[in-house]
């Protein structure tokens, strides 16, 4: 039996959900002394509105543990992870994809938890993104069930299912046509069915129990079915049966997870919802037979039923509709199950085996289920995966040296791929007129005319967010405009300090080329193109001022019209941008942080138009 590994399984249901394979060889495995984290389902399709309530559990188990993790009991570890549930998503799989490694790699060092066996139930493109970022020692992927079947927002699920099947190391599968889609694409595939708990299952045989209280009420003969009562159960057949056998009771243990109104009309139907797994061999040893109703799908035909065996452990007969893995099963145990092929042939078995009770029957049922326990199944299944770990470790080391080659050739690989990308974008950036058609968007530039005043935004609080170069360019052209008398007064502003303030540098050099100091208002608060517009409006409204010159950098103007348009109103803003300024003139060529700036610029309107500013 595998011991002393780390296992990460990534499963196609909730831990708190009907007690299946996924719970028995985890629980199983962590009982052995290996550490498990048991991943709950992350899901195949969009959720609906009946999946309210299975949304409301995954946060109520959230909510329980750490980030979502909590300890189940010694070993074992559940995570219950909160996604958006969009499977197929490629945003929704990146975001995804963080939420979940970013909880997963801080708890696996929390816990020293290193070197896993990755085993998935759930062939999602998500578990694949998983899977991929760990360090591990193996992938095996269990796979259960035809997913693409399972409903029509599945389907998509072919592709990754496919990618993981040729990337895991081992493949185990539960029936026959799982087999062979799977060794399509891998050659290590391994049939190993769903099993019974057998010990559980004896103990109830044997024990001196009572009646379940739920069943006391109803009348004998019962024709039980444990299970979730799905979309896959013959619903005719059962009504056809039912109301062909009025003298019987049809019981179902088990949740209701389709719409069952036909049947509910029916006063020899009884559907007893979920039972404690604990609980279930207690029922099926009152059931006089057992049954296996299922429509043949697509999806069935890959179906190997769990409950078979359970019955079987309570020597009960079973009678079954004609699916291949039950076929299958009749053969290696001689024909140990009743299959009927339609609603007659059902009624028929029923009549023959609902009184019988033949020991030398009872026994055969009870070691054929004996054949297939957990226990066995479990064995079986560590036994390949310490194959195969040692298989990959003599193989490793058989390799040394062709795998540093390769780590070699890879590494050369990624560094001539970066380099390649290096001066693909420097050529771009430098090298063609890519910059230019980036930056005309941004630019708007009115011809000056004549208006109350001057508003300057200064540098530092500009297109780049830093210390502003062109502070004294911008103060200089206002200066200019002022001279030449396109209005009488400047508003410099700029809350930005670096030593001194912007604006009182701008009211300096204005100052020194003729400027009158009575002509000049600081406004020294703003520490944004935002914050420019709105202290600015204040002044404007105060001295009611409706025009205005607005200087700043080319490519600020695009934002800053934005911001006005918004919070601006009533006043008549043309933008005239510093003419020929050394950081945005074609004649000075394309520098470092004039990218910057653009970047910034368009950065800044997204920001703004998210924020509400624009």
Not at 53 to 62: D, E, G, T
Not at 538 to 551: A, Y
Request: charged share 25%; glycine share 6%.
């Amino acid at each position: 039996m595998l011991k002393n590994e780390n296992i990460i399984c990534i499963s196609s249901i909730d831990w708190d959900f009907i007690w299946q394979g996924h719970q028995e060889i985890m629980s199983t495995l962590a009982e052995k002394g290996n550490r498990v984290l048991f991943i709950e389902n992350t899901g195949v399709r969009t959720p609906g509105i009946k999946d309210l309530s299975r949304i409301k559990s995954r946060i109520r188990n959230w909510l329980r543990g750490v980030k979502g993790i909590r300890k189940e009991r010694e070993n074992l570890y559940i995570f219950s992870p909160l996604v958006l549930p969009f499977p197929y998503s490629r945003v929704a799989r990146w975001i995804n994809r963080y939420l979940i490694l970013a909880v997963l790699e801080k708890w696996m060092k929390a816990v020293d938890f290193s070197d896993p066996i990755v085993w998935t139930f759930l062939p999602a493109p998500l578990s694949m993104d998983i899977a991929d970022s760990l360090m591990k020692k193996l992938i095996v992927y269990y796979c259960i069930d035809n997913f693409s079947g399972s409903s029509l927002s599945a389907k998509k699920i072919g592709k990754s299912e496919e990618s993981l099947l040729k990337r895991s190391d081992l493949v185990f599968v539960t029936s026959e046509e799982l087999y062979n889609k799977c060794a399509r694409h891998n050659s290590n595939v391994y049939k190993f069915p769903f099993a019974v708990s057998f010990e559980k299952f004896e103990k109830a045989r044997l024990g001196n129990t009572e009646i379940p209280e739920e069943l006391k009420n109803i009348k004998q003969p019962i024709v039980g079915y444990v299970g979730g009562v799905h979309k896959w159960v013959d619903q005719g057949l059962i009504n056809e049966l039912a109301k062909k056998h009025t003298d019987y009771s049809f019981v179902f243990v088990g949740p209701i997870q389709t719409k069952v109104s036909e049947l509910l009309k029916l006063k020899n139907v009884h559907f007893l919802g979920k039972k404690e797994h604990e609980r279930l061999p207690l029922f099926i040893k009152y059931f006089n037979v057992c049954i296996i109703p299922y429509l043949i799908t697509d999806y069935t035909r890959n179906v190997y039923p769990t409950k078979l065996n359970e019955y079987l452990a309570l020597g009960k007969a079973v009678i079954s509709t004609p699916l291949p893995e039950i076929e299958l099963f009749n053969k290696e145990y001689e024909d140990i199950v009743c299959i009927a092929e339609d609603a007659n042939a059902f009624s028929g078995h029923i009549e023959r085996t609902v009184r019988e009770n033949e020991p030398s029957l009872v026994s055969r049922r009870i070691e054929t289920a004996r054949d297939n326990s957990w226990e066995s199944r479990i064995e079986k299944m560590s036994s390949t995966i310490e194959k195969e770990l040692e298989r990959k470790k003599i193989d490793r080391e058989k390799r040394w040296k062709e795998n540093l080659l390769i780590f070699y050739k890879t590494a050369r690989k990624k560094a001539v791929r970066f380099g390649i990308i290096c001066l693909s974008v420097y050529l771009l950036l430098f090298k063609t007129p890519f910059i230019w058609f980036a930056a005309e968007p941004l630019k708007i530039s009115d011809a000056p005319r004549k208006a109350d005043t001057i508003l300057v935004f200064g540098g530092g609080v500009g297109e780049t967010g830093g210390p502003g170069r062109s502070t004294i360019e911008r103060a200089r052209y206002a200066a200019e405009l002022y001279l030449k008398g396109y209005s009488g007064k400047i508003i410099f502003s700029s809350g930005y300090t670096y030593i001194y303030n912007d604006a009182e540098n701008m009211r300096l050099m204005a100052v020194s080329m003729g400027v009158d100091e009575r002509d000049i208002i600081l406004e020294q608060k703003a520490n944004s193109t935002y914050e420019n517009v709105i202290f600015s409006k204040e002044i404007l409204d105060k001295n009611n001022w409706h025009s205005v010159l607005l200087v700043s950098s080319p490519y600020n103007m695009r934002r800053a019209d934005l911001v006005f348009d918004k919070h601006a109103g009533g006043v008549n803003m043309f933008c005239v941008p510093v003419e020929k300024s050394q950081f945005y003139d074609r004649t000075f060529g394309i520098k470092v942080g004039q990218i910057r700036a653009i970047v910034h610029e368009y950065i800044g309107i997204i920001y703004y138009l998210l924020r509400g500013y624009a």
